[in-house]
């Protein structure tokens, strides 16, 4: 009997991979198909694989995805299923299994991995700006005057004539060396834009409760903290809408030595640690007006197609991928941080004994420094108004304060 499994991080098939067998070495009958997409054709191949009624049995699930699918009723709740009907979200990290809870109370996922923000560095770039990584230890920030975040983002910032962002003479207009990196406007979630920064403020999404439909980009937290953001185009600090384009590598731009510091997510890791001629650095991003640091909390999950004509099997490989047994074998590929802490634990053991330093991403988890990815019904709708208006914000055509009416018109899509 075969069980058709998809998912589209290239980086963590081999750990599926190895997943996949152990569990057919149990399961003997079962034989496991894994098809890998890249993540843009993933959610058409599936949504056109749903309307053909063709669908994996089991797939990997992102929260922003996941409300339209219960909706459609293509997904099967965990505890229906004889396999999984034990599933006890105390098991994972604090607040994955949450994130995976229909309005129904029902879980839709089965918690895999987890990943928080953290900012990755040219080291050199440190040494010959006269710094050092204990300079980008503790930092703080606010959307006032930016804190000793944006004095450190303005002395490694070079313009074409070598003067530093921070020295009389700069030219904001004609930079060489970027401050900061650029992933784009953000749309509606900013996770690794500027989510960070406006959670630091105490701000957050919605009432971060499972589907909540209120939006607070009306918020003047959220707003003073973009209008600070995008500040830093104006002041040379952040590469300008028209240079990096409406899809820009924030890595890319770390590589080639054209920005300094690039804000990413932990899944990136080992992107930035195979860049060649880079002495990499990983730090924390930087305490706000809360009083520490904030990073989005985001997980994905395996889910359970309803289309599947073998729903215990593929309920057996959904428990068996979220046991510990996978998620330390995934653990130990040193890609992700899986969402049980025996994972975790073998995540972090496998990049400490690789030099890499882990700690900026983990210990905000440890220390519950996090907020939710927003988690609601029409969430394509919202992105497709919020990604436009976010790009004429980058661009400078838009005010931040526009952004209450936006709000509104959002609102108005759960009345």
């Not at 209008?227 to 300008?240: A, H």
């Not at 914000?393 to 609102?411: A, E, F």
């Amino acid at each position: 009997m075969n069980l058709d499994y998809w998912m589209w991080d290239s980086a963590q098939l081999p750990g599926y991979q190895k997943c996949v067998d152990a569990f057919e070495e149990k399961h003997p009958d079962i034989n496991v198909r894994i098809t890998q997409y890249g993540f843009d054709d993933y959610w058409s191949k599936l949504t056109a694989s749903f309307v053909a009624e063709a669908g994996p049995d089991v797939f990997t699930n992102h929260v922003a995805k996941y409300p339209e699918f219960v909706r459609r009723d293509v997904l099967l709740p965990l505890k229906s299923l004889e396999a999984t009907s034990g599933f006890d979200p105390n098991e994972f990290q604090d607040g994955l299994a949450e994130l995976w809870q229909g309005p129904d109370g029902k879980q839709y996922g089965m918690p895999k991995d987890f990943d928080t923000v953290g900012l990755f560095y040219n080291k050199e770039m440190l040494r010959k700006a006269g710094m050092t990584t204990e300079d980008l230890e503790g930092l703080t920030w606010n959307p006032r005057n930016g804190g000793t975040f944006e004095d450190v983002l303005a002395h490694l910032t070079i313009d074409q004539n070598g003067v530093r962002g921070d020295e009389p003479g700069f030219d904001p207009n004609n930079v060489k060396v970027y401050g900061l990196a650029s992933a784009g406007s953000g749309g509606y979630d900013g996770q690794t834009q500027w989510s960070w920064l406006a959670g630091a403020t105490g701000w957050r999404f919605n009432d971060e409760k499972t589907w909540g439909s209120e939006y607070n980009y009306d918020d003047p937290r959220f707003q003073r903290t973009i209008k600070w953001y995008f500040s830093l185009v104006d002041k040379g600090y952040l590469p300008p809408f028209e240079k990096v384009g409406a899809e820009p590598n924030a890595s890319q731009q770390l590589a080639s030595g054209k920005a300094a510091i690039a804000a990413d997510g932990s899944w990136m890791i080992r992107i930035y640690e195979a860049m060649k001629g880079m002495d990499l650095g990983i730090a924390k991003v930087p305490s706000g007006p809360v009083g520490h640091p904030v990073s989005m909390y985001n997980g994905l999950a395996d889910s359970i197609s309803a289309q599947t004509e073998h729903p215990e099997d593929a309920a057996r490989l959904v428990d068996f991928l979220g046991s510990d047994q996978c998620q330390v074998i995934i653990g130990k590929e040193g890609v992700v941080f899986p969402a049980r802490p025996a994972g975790t634990k073998a995540a972090i053991e496998t990049f400490e004994s690789q030099g890499i330093d882990p700690s900026a991403f983990t210990e905000l988890v440890d220390n519950k420094h996090t907020m939710l990815f927003p988690v609601t019904d029409h969430g394509a709708t919202v992105d497709s108004i919020m990604q436009p208006v976010m790009d004429e914000i980058y661009i400078g055509t838009r005010d931040p304060s526009s952004l209450t009416k936006v709000n509104k018109r959002i609102n108005n899509l759960f009345e």
